[in-house]
């Protein structure tokens, strides 16, 4: 694990900040997730240079909000964070403080940490340091705050949801005293901007242990202070599995509503036009599968991934549906003669010129009813055929 290229940048870092006089240390998940054993995402280093010193010792740096005191080192290609010993300033409206201090000891910087699991650091040699007893925590599974838990989520609500997010990424347990100060604070939610409940809510879809997040997202009353009035709360998310796909939790989400809105809810949640029209799409899917097996207009109309999801989805909302292998679905999809307007062989101009008319609305109606007949094999999709077809069986009044 030492010897990934990431930590080997990390350590020359550290070892060229001490050479200089300074202290610097591995700090926040990635000494969490090496403890663990576990890939770490991105690597932070803290230190007490200050970044214009940080700027000075290394070629190759970025700025990267020089005011919270975090500059981009770039040490043999690999960027990584280095970030000042800090506390933060007031907390004046339970969300990011005003500002920041920095502050000349790593256990300052500690204590203002989140968890003890994320207050450990680490030295260039691969020592802890564990201030809070974040080594026992990890071991026994257990999230807590640093300190008063009250008073952690009073200054950053994020917090709480952090917290959830992460029994769903790790399988963790809430700590009770941990559990009940977010019970008491949960209205606070509604400090916290919805792109920062979007991020963790989706970071939960991506995750391990949804069922297990999601139990707790009630359990802590969270999920009652989540923008819109949509239900979280629901038996059914324990047996969704772990999709780890953040299209497919949007759209059950979504689904277990009394009325399904895929638009709303994309639209409380900030979610991109993109990701909207595919929730529309397998919440309209799942519905349809809900009701009947999917017919070849379905199989046709909806992409392949939409399909199988929700099939999927369906054996969860709806236990009564007869279930169909994916594979069969994906197989009766792939069959069909076409799979787009786009793989018609013939084109409207094609058409014009055989029925020696004119291009006019008549057109488009004749060219969806060749799309469907060519769909549903009446005619197969060949230049002669659909020539004759069109010619003699087509409704060429339209
Ligand atoms: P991930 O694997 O998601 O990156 P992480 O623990 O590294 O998890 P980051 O958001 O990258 O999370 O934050 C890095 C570190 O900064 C955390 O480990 C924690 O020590 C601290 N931190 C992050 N957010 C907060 C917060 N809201 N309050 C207090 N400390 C925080
Ligand atoms: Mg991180």
Redesign the pocket.
Known sequence: MFTTEQWQAGKKIIETLIQHGYEAVF????V??FVRHKI???I?IATSALPSEVKFIFKRTVDLGLAHGTVLVIENHVPIEVTTFRT?GEYTDHR?PSDVKFVLSLEED?K????TM??LAMTANFHLIDLFDGQRDLHNGIIRTVGEPTD?FK??A??ML?AV??TA?LGFSIDSLTLDAIKLCSNDLAYVSVERLTAELE?MWLSKHLGKGMSYLGQSNLAKHLPGDFQFEDARWKYLGNPQNVLVCWSFLCLLQEIPNGSDLATIFKLSNELKQQINHLVNATQIRCERLFTIDDLYHFEENILVQAELLSRVLCSDSQQIPVELIVQRKQSLPIQSFRELVISGQDVMEWLNKPGGPWLKDMLSQIEHAVLHQKVANNATKLKEWIMNESNSEV
Do not use: T, Y
């Open positions: 700090v926040g998940g990635a969490r997730d770490a995402n991105d932070d933060e990011r500690l203002r940490r989140d968890f994320n207050a952690r200054e950053d994020l917090r952090r997010r992460f990424q970071k």
